[in-house]
């Protein structure tokens, strides 16, 4: 059996990628990272997903198609606002003290 641990911890992880930890979460945050396991309340991913994750590329966990989360760096396009939203030279109500 190997010594390796079979799920690590974000400051971990984040040596493993020589990245800060705040930079980790806001990869998490992106869909850019495999999907992490919760236990109670600690964050931990899978070592051997992490590892297979990194020799395909670090592709991102997003699914291609979902429209949802950032695929490769590229934020799919926003709907547009309904026309009621916008009026023609409409300002925003400022708030009274």
């Known amino acids: 059996m190997s010594s390796d641990p079979l799920l690590i911890t974000a400051a971990e992880l984040a040596k493993l990628l020589q990245v800060s930890t705040r930079t980790l979460w806001r990869l998490r945050s992106a869909g850019q990272l495999p999907e992490a396991v919760r236990l109670g309340g600690a964050v931990r991913w899978r070592l ?50």
């Open 48 to 97: 051997d997903e992490i590892k297979e994750w990194i020799a395909d590329g670090c592709q991102s966990s997003a699914t291609i198609g979902n429209g949802k989360r950032k695929v490769d760096g590229i934020q799919p396009p926003r709907a547009p606002l309904p026309a009621t939203a916008i009026e023609a030279g409409s300002r925003p109500k400022k708030l009274g003290r």
